[in-house]
Structures are given as C-alpha cells and as structure tokens.
C-alpha cells in the first residue's frame, strides 16, 4: 500500500526525520490557509498522486505546458490560491502515470527551503541479500534507473544485518559517500536512525527521500517522501490503513482485495487465472514464450470457492485490454470441479466473447473436465501448460 507524500512525512517526522512544515489542502480556501500559517515568504504547491516525475509532468488542460508541472513554487499567498484552482481537478500526466494522467484531488502546500544540495536516499528489502538495504546518491532529483544504468558508480549500498539493525558506522558511510562534512555527518546519522527506525517499526516495503537536500544552512530536510507499506503487515497497523486513498488504486485491484484474491492488472491482452503465485509467473512466462503479453497476475488461492472463481473471472473480463483468457489449475487443496463450476457460471453471467482456454489438472480433474464439456459453452480444453499457451494465443489472432 502507498500512501501521499504529506501523509509519509507526517510518519517520518514522528521518528525524528527532519521535514519542512506544510499543510494538505482539498480546496482552494484550504490552500490559502495553510500558506497563511506558513507565513511565507516561499511557498511551495504540491500536488499529491502516487506518482513519480511530478514536477516535470503536465496538465491536460495545459497543452502548451505554460504553467508549469504538478510541483509549483510561488512567492505570495494569492499566487498559492492561483494555483491550486489551477491544479485541482485537473488531470497531471507524468512518466509514470501513463498519457491518461491522474486527477490531482488533494494539495500539499509546503514551506520553501534554500536548497544548496539534493541527493538521493531509500531504503528497501534487497530479496538478493534479504535484508533491509540503504540505497544512496549523490544524484538526487533525478530518475535513480536513470543514474543507475548511465553512471552506477554514483549509487551506493549499505546492508543491514536484522540481528544488530543500524548502527552509526552505516551511517556515517553513506555520509561520508555523499561528500557531507562536520555536523552534517551527525545530522545524517540522527536522519538516517530515524528513518531505520520507522521502515522497521512501520513495516515499510520502500521509504525514498527524493530529492534530500542540504540547505544553505547546513541542514537535512526531506524535500520529498515516498513511502510504501507491506501489505501483509497491515493488520498490525490499523491506523495506516486508514491513510489508503482509494481513488489512488485501480478499481480492479480493490475489488480483488475484497474477494482476498493476488489481482496485479498488467498491460497485455491475455488473462490469467492461476492458483498459486509459483505457477501464476510460470504461466505468464510462457504466454510471453508463445509470442503474446498477460493481461494480470490473479492467483485464485488454494481454497477459493465458487463464488470466488466467478468474481475473479469477472475482474479479468473488466479489462477492455483482455482479448483472451487462459485458466491454469493444478488441483491441489483447490479442486479442479470448484473451478470449473465457477468458470461455467462466470461464463454464462458475462456472456463471454473472447476465446477462453483452460488447463485443468490434479484433484477432481476429470469432474472439472466433464462440467465444462457438459455446459454447453465453447470453452477450449488444454493437456498441459505449453499446450494452454500455443492455443489462447492461436485463438487469440484468429479471433483478431
């Protein structure tokens, strides 16, 4: 789960990390208000999606991108409310949002800082070491992939052993890397222990501060915070679920978390039903193999139910993307006539157009297999996986 940038620095500041005041804003009025507090006389104008490249993106109602990108800064509270009438409701376009963009719905208006320096910091779980991993740059406010592919040298690591957690040695290696001096180095050791501290109490997946800057002051200031939580962990923390924005996450993938099923849309034009993550990659593996993309990740789980299976089926379909569907079953736990009943059922309710391919094995195949020949539907069986793969692709460009 993600969460925006003022509600990731509102945690942060809990653990000691050194961010600049702001406020959120959800109107115009509010924009206004929260420059009145700041007081001035540099305001900043944030506009808050889950999306990188904010500050260089641009508005759909701005094709002559005279305005400026979704990140503005301004020198009067009039201009603050000038551009958040500008900004909310409208659709910013970013590299990483895709060309349909994302309706800017909330603001964070933020004190403006002088910024002498900016690097690049995160933390994250390295699945290569499995351990928590700091990620450091000399590099900040750029595109890290981008540093990393044209100049690696510039990107450091530090791991962390999970039996000592952090000490002040990691510290003051990345300092040192990042070329601080004198307190600075003291500065980004209380920084980085704080940010330690809430990845591992808060059961974080990733906290990047993009860009971390030193001021002209000497100081360290988060100017940016992108932080992400384990899924899995979220019961334990009752109170961040509550900071989800769900206009944020696809509609797709909420109504899959509601049926506790593994749903991740994805941009290719075959749909995939599978049980068990294992064999869900595989299959997606092998429809690549075959020449064609998956649609999704949907692991089914090893006790869905019927009514399950119909609503998974459902989500696929719900992606004007999906041109075909391939299910692949090994019943284990899973029975292969649960997912055949829910297939036939789900079939019949969408009223299904696309060809659909469905490898069935394992407990109950043969019932599976015989409520499928027996419904009627044209519903194309398949021996194995690589046979799966070769016939929903086939049928897929003959139906083309």
Same mark, same amino acid.
């Given at each position: ?14 653990y ?11 109107t ?11 007081g ?9 999606i889950?999306a ?15 305005t ?8 009067s =509270? #009039? @201009?603050?409310?000038?551009? +958040? !009438? ?5 659709? *910013? /376009?970013?590299?990483? &949002? ?10 964070? =208006? #933020? @004190?403006?800082?002088?910024? +002498? !320096? ?5 933390? *994250? /779980?390295?699945?290569? &070491? ?17 540093? +990393? ?9 530090v ?11 990691h ?11 004198g ?14 501290k ?36 979220l ?19 909420r109504?899959?978390a ?48 019927e009514?399950r ?21 090994f ?31 394992g ?13 009627g ?24």
């Amino acid at each position: 789960m993600n969460i925006h940038e003022y509600q990731g620095k509102a945690l942060l500041r809990d653990y000691g990390v050194a961010v600049l005041d702001g406020a959120v804003a959800f109107t115009p009025e509010d924009a206004v208000a929260a420059a009145e507090k700041l007081g001035g006389p540099v305001y900043v104008v944030k506009s808050q999606i889950h999306a990188g490249g904010r500050g260089a993106g641009h508005f759909v109602n701005d094709p002559e991108r005279v305005t400026g990108g979704g990140v503005r800064v301004v020198k009067s =509270v #009039e @201009a603050v409310e000038e551009a +958040a !009438r500008f900004m909310l409701g409208n659709t *910013l /376009v970013t590299k990483q &949002t895709g060309p349909e963009g994302k309706e800017v719905k909330r603001l964070y =208006v #933020e @004190a403006g800082c002088d910024i +002498a !320096r900016e690097l690049y910091l995160s933390l *994250l /779980v390295d699945r290569a &070491t499995s351990r928590v991993t700091i990620v450091a740059s000399t590099e900040g406010g750029m595109d890290i992939e981008t540093v +990393a592919e044209e100049t690696p040298e510039k990107i450091m690591q530090v791991d962390i052993d999970p039996a000592t957690g952090i000490q002040g040695h990691h510290a003051r290696s990345i300092a040192f890397g990042l070329g601080l001096e004198g307190a600075q180095v003291k500065s980004a050791t209380r920084f980085l222990m704080g940010l330690y501290k809430a990845f591992i109490d808060l059961d974080c997946a990733m906290v990047e501060i993009n860009p971390l800057v030193v001021t002209g002051d000497g100081e360290l200031l988060a100017l940016d915070a992108k932080v992400g939580f384990d899924d899995n962990a979220l019961f334990r923390h009752k109170a961040l679920d509550e900071l989800r924005d769900e206009d944020e996450e696809d509609a797709s993938e909420r109504e899959a978390a509601a049926w506790d099923l593994n749903y991740v849309k994805l941009d290719g034009e075959i749909g995939c039903m599978v049980n068990g993550a294992g064999l869900a990659m595989a299959t997606m593996d092998i429809i690549k193999l075959y020449g064609s993309e998956p649609a999704n990740f949907l692991d089914v789980g090893g006790g869905a139910t019927e009514e399950r299976v119909t609503a998974a089926f459902k989500i696929i379909l719900s992606d004007p993307n999906v041109k075909g569907i391939l299910v692949n079953i090994f019943g284990g736990i899973m029975k292969c006539d649960i997912i055949a009943s829910g297939v036939v059922a789900a079939a019949r309710e969408t009223s299904l157009a696309v060809p659909l391919v469905v490898r069935l094995e394992g407990t109950n195949v043969e019932k599976g297999k015989a409520i499928m020949a027996d419904s009627g539907l044209t519903i194309i069986p398949a021996d194995n996986l690589g046979d799966a793969a070769e016939k929903i692709t086939r049928a897929v460009r003959e139906a083309a």
